[in-house]
């Protein structure tokens, strides 16, 4: 009895041991793709919290600061991945906010100034070369006050910057890199950044393949720079180079233009066409610039301290 008894217990232990190996790990850790799923429970629910208290703030705040024409939802999203990104890293995984590449080491001011540069000049290079060979053409636009449209367009760009990194290179890079590697992580986030823009209006497969080239430059900067920070400013100084200082299109949408616009007069495979500059062969070489220049920094850098060291 006691032998058949043992003998019976052994395939429910299995099976128990079985779905306990499928959620957490051998060292004790929820496994990567229950990791990521909980994240994006944490975020949902702190959209909802973000929506309800955060939103109202926000649009208080721009009525009181006589800022009209801005929406509150890239501040209420992003406020609101920020707190899922707080939600997993303290309650599901107890890791600090350096996992993430969101600490205050990585807010140093040269950082951000290392991707705000990088990120303009990326993207504004390719577009001066396209207006010197006649292919991106000023036109006259309607009226209205270039600062005013500049405040606007940066307090849009700012928060939009910033949750698109939030989802696609904060927490669920920093997840699938502990599971899969930097290079395969990196591959995987680009795709989706490349896939979540498929919708934009003039959407093509140069563009996305484009945009997909952009999540690797962005991913770049997080690897060489451990600074979310710094991807954020990389990001927002791109799309607030065509927006707000040259008045073209960024992925697809127009944002006002008092005075001039830079409109697409060239082949579509230089101009990007309606997607804008950043889907171009020009911004394509800007961004492989880009990302020559961060790993070269980043072989110097380790030159130099083999080099103390030896």
């Known amino acids: 009895m006691d032998c058949r008894g043992d003998q019976h217990s052994a395939p429910g232990q299995a099976r ?9 790990s051998e060292v004790g850790a929820i496994r990567a793709p229950w990791r990521i799923a909980l994240f994006c429970v944490a975020s949902i629910a702190a959209l909802i919290v973000s929506a309800v208290i955060v939103g109202p703030i926000i649009s208080m705040i721009f009525r009181v600061a ?35 590449w969101l600490d205050a080491a990585a807010a140093r001011p040269r950082l951000l100034a290392l991707g705000f540069v990088l ?18 053409e000023r036109m006259v636009s309607g009226g209205g006050s270039w600062w005013g449209a500049m405040l606007r367009i940066t307090l849009v760009l700012v928060p939009a910057a910033l949750l698109e990194e939030l989802m696609t290179r904060g927490y669920i890079l920093s997840v699938l890199r502990d599971w899969w590697g930097w290079k395969w992580a990196i591959f995987a986030t680009s795709a989706a950044f490349g896939l ?39 990001h927002f100084a791109w799309n607030w180079m065509m927006a707000a200082v040259f008045h ?7 944002f006002e233009a008092p005075s001039y616009r830079y409109v697409d007069a060239g082949p579509d495979w230089a101009t990007g066409g309606d997607w804008g500059p950043e889907g171009g062969v020009p911004a394509a070489l800007g961004m492989g610039a880009g990302i020559a220049v961060l790993y070269g920094s980043k072989r110097a850098r380790q030159k130099t301290s083999n080099d103390a060291q030896s």
């Open 119 to 136: 990120g303009g000049a990326c993207i504004g290079l390719p577009i001066l070369a396209l207006i010197a060979g006649g292919w991106l």
């Open 196 to 234: 979540l823009h498929l919708m934009n209006n003039g959407a093509t497969v140069e563009s996305v393949g484009l945009v997909t080239l952009a999540g690797v430059f962005l991913a770049t900067v997080v690897y060489v720079t451990r600074s979310l920070y710094a991807a954020w400013m990389a």
């Open 248 to 254: 073209a299109s960024v992925s697809g949408y127009p």
């Open 66 to 100: 006589g800022i009209y024409g801005v929406s509150n939802g890239p501040w209420v999203e992003a406020i609101g991945l920020l707190g899922g990104t707080a939600i997993a890293l303290r309650w599901v995984d107890k890791r600090p906010w350096s996992d993430v």
């Open 16 to 24: 128990d041991l079985s779905v306990h190996t499928l959620f957490v």
